[in-house]
């Protein structure tokens, strides 16, 4: 390592993709198109070595997520080997599973804190953003997650279709006891990429949106919390994504691929180690694909002499690859970028069509048939090395 | 949550957990999706607070491990802070 970079921290974030497959359809899932293909999961043994071997490395947090981590039957195994090395132990689920019997198992080997996504607080809108009967067995869920005693963070993925309905989605969580609301705009990867045109917000919508949450926030005090996480493409400023590639965020995928963030499989000219052949030590330290953008010294204008670079890193590499066709430039998303047009273009476009107007281009739901269909459209990444 | 004084017992709030990080080394307090990175002070307090000893004996025995006087107000400014952040609780 040259004198001038900086060390290289701990990866303190650990995220389990235990596997991909999900009973829900949801059209904003930022799991790879091309899922489908990548059936091949680590086993229950590679799990726990992965395990063992990021927390000799510093990570703290665990996040177990897909797809839908319940549909792995040995996600009490892998909870307790997480919870007896000392991580945090947090289920990322939409609750399809968690039965009484199964959330009294997790509980016992240790989890300790279930975030339960929503998709709306309608049963209609539910239904159709998710594609299956799902609202009734959250709020049992919600329930089951109560009487556990575990923390609970609600998440709520908002885009054009249900933010006007946020101010019943706050209601329904402050019902269901949750503590925190994650109150997340939708981010266009995969196949919220795909969906893109149908799911953008216009700017009124989210000036509403952002003014009803801070009346609820006044009004709720301490009792929850609310974030809501800003659109990037409506703010014109880019986000410090995963805080920093290679930085403190570490994604194993389902087949064992090792990632600085889950999207970043779809970058071309790069490849990302697999557990299977190499420890997390070497992947994080050594790898090509985790040094390739970290810090600043990958950059180009107008990145590297801009006096933001360090706060927010020149944004997100996949949506600089996805949108400029290069996942060197600077995100699309901020004012600076010269393809920031291409934004801006997107969300006036959602501002010209009136909300619930009926679209000519139907939704493209996440299910394993779209995900051969279109997954066949998908590039395979060149390889280097 | 009672008054705070210095006979209050804190202990660790719900749904955190405090954890030395030999990697980082310091205590850390851990939460869902989440961790705070303690000083040493902050670290020293903390790891007394078990809900059995009181804000006065913390003091006290981290004036004798360290041989150190007059803690006690910072102690106290310290668990009033920590429960108004919900890292600690107490009766």
Redesign the interface.
């Known amino acids: 390592m040259s004198l001038d970079a900086p060390a290289v921290g701990p990866p303190l974030w650990l995220l389990a993709e235990l596997t991909y497959r999900c009973p829900l359809h949801c059209v904003f899932c930022y799991n790879p198109v091309d899922f489908a293909r990548q059936q091949d999961e680590l086993s229950t043994d590679d799990w726990l070595r992965v395990l063992r071997q990021g927390r000799e490395l510093g990570a703290v947090q665990l996040g177990l997520s897909g797809g839908e981590p319940l549909v792995r039957d040995d996600l009490e195994v892998i909870v307790a080997e997480a919870r007896s090395l000392g991580y945090y132990t947090n289920l990322l689920t939409s609750g399809v599973g968690l039965t009484v019997a199964r959330a009294a198992a997790l509980k016992a080997a240790g989890l300790e804190h279930v975030q339960l996504s929503f998709q709306d607080s309608t049963q209609e809108m539910n239904d159709f953003l998710s594609h299956t009967k799902t609202f009734d067995l959250k709020s049992r869920v919600a329930k089951i997650i109560k009487d556990q005693d575990w923390p609970m963070v609600m998440n709520v993925v908002i885009h054009r279709m249900n933010i006007d309905h946020i101010d019943r989605i706050i209601a329904m969580a402050v019902d269901l006891g949750a503590e925190y609301l994650e109150l997340a705009n939708t981010q266009y990867y995969s196949w919220a990429y795909l969906n893109r045109d149908q799911l953008l917000p216009t700017h009124e919508q989210l000036r509403l949106a952002e003014e009803t949450t801070l009346a609820w926030r006044a009004k709720l005090g301490d009792r929850m919390r609310i974030f809501f996480v800003a659109p990037d493409y409506h703010e014109g400023r880019a986000k410090k994504c995963v805080n920093g590639w290679g930085n403190m965020f570490l994604t194993v995928a389902p087949d064992g691929t090792a990632l600085p963030c889950h999207t970043a499989k779809m970058l071309p000219g790069l490849s990302f180690p697999s557990v299977r052949e190499h420890s997390l030590r070497d992947i994080w330290f050594d790898s090509e694909g985790f040094n390739r953008y970290r810090g600043t010294g990958w950059m180009k204008e107008p990145c590297s002499s801009c006096e933001f670079r360090e706060q927010d890193l020149g944004g997100c590499r996949c949506q600089a690859f996805m949108l400029a066709n290069d996942p060197a430039a600077a995100d699309p998303v901020c004012v600076k970028s010269p393809h920031h047009g291409l934004v801006t273009d997107a969300v006036a476009r959602a501002g010209a069509i009136a909300p619930g107007a009926v679209r000519e281009q139907p939704l493209i739901f996440r299910n394993p048939g779209n995900s051969i269909r279109l997954g066949a459209a998908v590039p395979a990444a060149p390889s280097i090395g | 949550m009672s008054s705070l004084s210095t006979a209050t017992r804190p202990r660790v709030g719900?749904?955190f957990?405090l954890?030395w990080?030999?990697?980082?080394n310091c205590h850390?307090l851990?939460?869902?999706?989440?961790?705070v990175k303690l000083n040493g002070s902050a670290g020293e307090i903390m790891k007394r607070c078990d809900g059995e000893r009181s804000v006065g004996a913390i003091a006290a025995d981290i004036e004798q491990a360290h041989t150190l006087q007059g803690l006690e107000s910072d102690v106290l400014a310290f668990v009033e802070m920590a429960g108004k952040q919900r890292w600690l609780a107490w009766n």
């Open positions: 719900a749904g957990r954890q990080e030999p990697v980082q850390v851990l939460y869902p999706e989440g961790m």
